[in-house]
């Protein structure tokens, strides 16, 4: 089974093409290198292709070349205040080289099942836990032009009857993050040897899911048979605020940890709360989390030393 993956290079994609790998499926990988880096996987050079996909005809070559079975797509940029600044730079990479990656799978006849990288940035505002058939309503750039990739994949679908996955995926963590979010600010800071931290919002809470599940649920989701056109939240099913990650940082450092509000990081339009309801991805699939937070940070504690 031949797959291709677009943005197999960047922080997601290095948990999920060793996974893909480990399972031996036959790994390509389409990344133009602006976030992700060959050294975050391994892969060889007729494996990887150093391309972008808002350029339609590399694509389109690419695709009609390697004739891949499975087809995830998951090259996107996707730093909400970076797509905020840069709004059609953000409609052209994750709309345009949407549909220039779509047009090229049009054109093969050998694909089983397709997967695109959504996000739980379609929702609304809302305080409950959001199951996959929440009314959508993306607040950015950001969310719109995700939503805009489901419709361009749900008329895929309607076009060729190629199951087709939407993963929205919640708050990614783990290694190799390439987008300065919570996480990595936290860590860097700590890195610097500061016990007092500079933060912006405190107390929004998200559904902080490690991308080695996230790679474990792909792997899950390849596998289902006759799937059809269908939708999965990818989160863990808890959400922890701001606070509870530093104390989680606390518990692993096993020591003491201030936190300062800096006014500049302090975002004015900001959900409470993002928390999945996977139980339809564990209920189809058998999935189940395997990280928890403080097993997550132990190891990137980990890794500051090698
Ligand atoms: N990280 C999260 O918490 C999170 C949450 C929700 C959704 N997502 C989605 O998951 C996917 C992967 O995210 P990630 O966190 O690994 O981000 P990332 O930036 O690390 O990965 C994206 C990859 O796409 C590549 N890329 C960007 N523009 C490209 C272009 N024009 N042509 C070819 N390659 C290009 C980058 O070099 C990078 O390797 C994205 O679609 C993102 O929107 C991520």
Redesign the pocket.
């Known amino acids: 089974m031949k797959i291709l993956i677009?943005?197999?290079?960047?922080?997601?994609?290095?948990a999920v093409v060793p996974a893909l790998q480990k399972e031996g499926y036959d790994v390509y990988v389409?990344?133009?290198?602006?976030?992700?880096?060959r050294e975050?996987i391994k892969i060889t050079d007729d494996h990887f292709f150093h391309?972008?996909?808002?350029?339609s005809s590399i694509v389109e070559s690419i695709v009609s070349t390697l004739h891949p079975n499975i087809f995830i797509?998951?090259?996107?940029?996707?730093?909400i205040p970076y797509c905020n600044q840069h709004p059609f730079e953000a409609a052209?990479?994750?709309v345009r080289?949407t549909m220039n990656v779509l047009s090229a799978c049009k054109k093969i006849n050998c694909l089983h099942k397709v997967l695109?990288?959504?996000?739980?940035?379609v929702y609304p505002i809302i305080d409950a836990a959001i199951c996959e058939d929440h009314d959508l309503h993306p607040l950015d750039i950001?969310g719109l032009s995700?939503l805009a990739g489901e419709h361009l994949f749900m008329k895929y679908y309607l076009e060729t009857r190629i199951d087709t996955i939407i993963?929205?995926?919640?708050?990614?963590?783990g290694p190799?993050?390439?987008?300065p979010?919570l996480i990595p600010e936290i860590e860097k800071q700590l890195r610097e040897g500061k016990r007092t931290i500079q933060l912006g919002n405190l107390t929004p809470k998200r559904d902080f899911i490690h991308?080695y599940d996230m790679a474990a649920a792909f792997i899950k989701l390849l596998k289902l048979e006759n799937s059809g056109y269908d939708t999965f939240n990818l989160g863990r099913g808890i959400e922890y605020s701001v606070v509870d990650i530093v104390e989680a940082f606390e518990r692993q450092l096993n020591e003491k940890i201030n936190i300062e509000i800096e006014p500049a990081r302090v975002r004015k339009v900001e959900r409470e709360h993002l928390l999945a309801d996977v139980t339809k991805l564990k209920r189809k699939t058998g999935w189940e989390p395997e990280w928890s937070i403080d097993e997550g940070i132990k190891d990137l504690i980990k890794s500051w030393n090698q």
């Not at 190799?176 to 987008?179: A, G, L, M, P, R």
């Open positions: 677009t943005g197999g290079a960047g922080f997601i994609g290095s389409l990344d133009n290198l602006s976030f992700g880096s975050f391309a972008d996909i808002r350029d797509h998951l090259a996107a940029i996707h730093f052209d990479i994750n080289g695109f990288a959504s996000t739980a940035a950001y995700k993963c929205r995926f919640f708050n990614a963590f190799n993050e390439t987008n979010h991308t």
